[in-house]
């Protein structure tokens, strides 16, 4: 024995082990004793109970999905609903062969082998799933011809469910969204166990944007099946809470004539209505058909989509770049005024051209013979480049940058509907910390007059130009307007998020801008003069024209000569009426040429269907 | 009876007589050769008769009888010398397997060894009482205060790092089998019902370091009903299955809710309720009396030993494996929460069964290396 003590006290301790083992023992025996207690509750006293449950009965318990809400527009014309379609289903727990049972099933639906190995791919993503999704939308000679063969495929079945619809085809695509199948990205946003059973979750748009709300809380049922998994009869049900409805700002009728107005050009338009924020319409051409992705994308369409050179997927409205052009001038000469380096008696002479002291660069005035001596107001009215230039290289960009900051220029809007982009709104301190680069005056020159650096998205123009319009209320834009919980009766209305007014140094210098800008609709030379005709208000506008295409200091811009893709974007921007104003627009025509020419009636068009003016004319 | 071959010499061609040569105690032998039998029928009915199962489970029983019947040949002294190297392997690869292991089902376990895999946490569960009995026994018991601390802390680190990976199940049953030790080595009633008291208290800070797939296994398990869908379903089925066996069950194979596939990992874990099922209580009841008698053969092994160290290691085997059937069972019947600890000797699967014979190979070899002489 190595123990040293060990013989000593041998006796004692094989005495004290012995002990605690009989006591350990006896514990043990205690512990038997309750699960023998437990077991005896289970299967003597509530055998009854559990026996129902399971005797001659194979109790499952299969998930309930819910109804997904649907979507109206202002006027209750149904924008999103769901439509009955027969699916074919494979339940993988009760089919002996899968692969078997795949390959059989695209011989019958005669699939490509393409389409058999994609859905072989989603089956593996989708694992956790007890019911997976073989083909959608079947034809009734489809259902048919499954129903006949039935008996080959255990553990396979046609099932009637409610798929998404969009009634409205290719109008509301960008805004409105579309929902697909659930993919693994999807997985990682959602309660995986709420979703059971749903087949598709929102991609993009107010589908995605509304998800929790439209999808609704899964409820679930206990069924008695027999030996082949088949449904005998239902024990009990949790039903599942259907999503909510959402109400939204959008006018049917409104969208269709301003996608109508914006005929084959691409580009985006955005009306919201300045005093809730309401998104009116929301336009972004190319557009395409959402109910191509409910039941899953061919590989072909989207293909042919996805590598369209004028990219129909890509939601211009929220994530276009587009220099703001002369559509930025209200804004700079609002800041001029406001941080007291001009006022509506300063004039600037405009000879065609601007340059910058000891620098013999010409920065061009549109009109190349000049307009001569131009106040804030004429400038404005006329978009006399020059007088632009100079203010700005007078406030200095950093200055510029701050003011247009508070319009929201380079910020999200916070709009509801996801993946916003930004824009720029460049300063000194962007250019060193991005590019590591000086800023440079002659940046700072382009900048009055929305060139150069500057990039803004169409929803950000609208949302500046609330602003404006509102004299300093910044508005948060929203398409939701309000949503009716299921069952419910009564509309829960979003809240609208607003700024309170800016307080500005003097508030007349609010109504000068205005007054400009109702100039450019209504005054004798302004560049949107023909728009304002027969108007029962006021209606204030700015029309732009951005470059795509730089020019040389010596040559013209020539539309016949240049390739369509570099043509300039034409702008316009636009409220009414001006002293109360209940709509605001803001369009961008890609490669539209001039923003009087192309972007103004587009602006008109839509405030006379908005008004009712049609018969007017 | 026992005197009649542990006192006298056997006689040397009775089959226990040729027993005891090779080190093999013919009573455990007969009680654990018993309940693999019962696990391979209820098997074949659980594994929708699947003879591939079958064959593959009496593959690895054979690998694990013959894993006793090399440590049933080692002395127990020799055991006690290797206990701290094995421990400090054990440590290491513990340690290893946190920063290479194969990751499995979402936990990181096992040490892939290209011919097989291999879990350190089921080395530790022999290594550590092992260790701790080899302890305690270095000095008269019952322990110091001293040992007693150093004893708690060879049991923590190891538990700890299972329960990393994570693995609270194993972590328990390996802090379990040492606490027996240190409970059999004599320590005085007043410190057990401080630790008591200190562990109650302790469960609220367990519960925030717990993860997130463990508080829902507990928060399920007090209220299954809360998620039928999910992790409420195992318990809900498994109780349905239960209580429809009944007194006498329905039969061997006629059991609808295992074979229709409405009990999940009804060959591993949940395996009891496809007993229940198709045994009823009295199957059942026999199963357990078959447990408390083969643990109950281990109590006598440790109180007939000759060393301090053997009683403690062979109390501590044969009543950590009483805590197996009971965690499993409980967890099954809805009594303690899904922690994912197999039926011993039972379920499918093949670790556990090696670890467990193991520890069966070490009580035979107690019994049988004693010298021929009253203590």
Known sequence: MSNRFALKDHFRESQLINDRLIFAALFAGLLFLIVMVRLSVLQVVEHEHFNSLADRNRVDIGPLPPQRGLIYDRNGVILAENIPAFTLEITPENVPDIERTLQELADLFSM??????DIKERIKQ????RQFVFRQRLTEKEVAVFSVNRHRFPGVDVVGRLIRHYPQGALFAHTVGYVGRINERDQKRINAQNYK??????KTGVERYYEDLLHGHVGYRQVETNVQGRVVRELHNVPPTSGSDLFLHLDVNLQRVAAEALGDFNGAIVALEPKTGGVVAMVSKPDFDPNLFVSGISI????????????????????GHYPPGSTLKPFVGLAGLELGVVNTQTKSFCPGWFSLPGQDHRYRCWKSHGHGKVDLKTSIAQSCDVYFYDLANTLGIDPLHDFLDIFGFGKLTGVDVPSESKGLSPSSEWKRTTRNQAWYPGETVISGIGQGFNQTTPIQLAQATATLAMRGVNIRPQVARATRNNGESELQLFDTKKSDALAMEDSKNWEIVIDSMVEVVHGKRGTARHVGKNLPFKMAGKTGTAQVFGIKQDEKYDADTLAKKLHDHALFIAFAPADDPEIVIAVVVENGGGGSRTAAPIARSIIDQYFGLIENE | MNDLYDRTAPNRWSLTGVLR?????????????????????????????SMALMVRQLTRMAAAFLVLLILSNIHPDRMRDASYWLYGAGLILLVFVLAFGHEGKGAQR???LGFFRFQPSELMKLAVPLLVASYLAERPLAPSVFRLIVGLVMIIVPALLIAKQPDLGTSLLIASSGLIVIFLSGISWRII?????????????????MHDYQRQRVLTFLNPEKDPLGAGYHIIQSKIAIGSGGLFGRGWLEGTQSHLAFLPERSTD???AVIAEEFGLLGVGLLLVLYLLVAGRGVYIASQAQTSFARLLAGSISMTFLVYVFVNVGMVTGLLPVVGVPLPLVSYGGTSMVTLLAGFGILMSIHTHRRMMSP
């Open chain 1, 112 to 117: 490509s082998e393409e389409e058999v190995i």
């Open chain 1, 126 to 129: 989708q694992r956790g799933f």
């Open chain 1, 197 to 202: 059973g749903t087949q598709q979750i929102g």
């Open chain 1, 300 to 319: 072909k369409d989207y293909a042919v989509l996805r590598d369209s050179l004028d990219r129909p997927l890509f939601n211009r409205s929220l994530r």
């Open chain 2, 21 to 49: 040569k090779i080190h093999l105690d013919a009573l455990l032998l007969l009680g654990l050769l018993t309940l693999l039998g019962v696990g391979l029928i209820i098997l074949y009915s659980a594994g929708d008769q």
């Open chain 2, 110 to 112: 096992w040490l892939d």
């Open chain 2, 193 to 209: 019902i401080g630790f008591v008291t200190v562990c109650a208290s302790a469960l609220p800070v367990l519960w925030h370091v």
């Open chain 2, 270 to 272: 949940f395996i009891f």
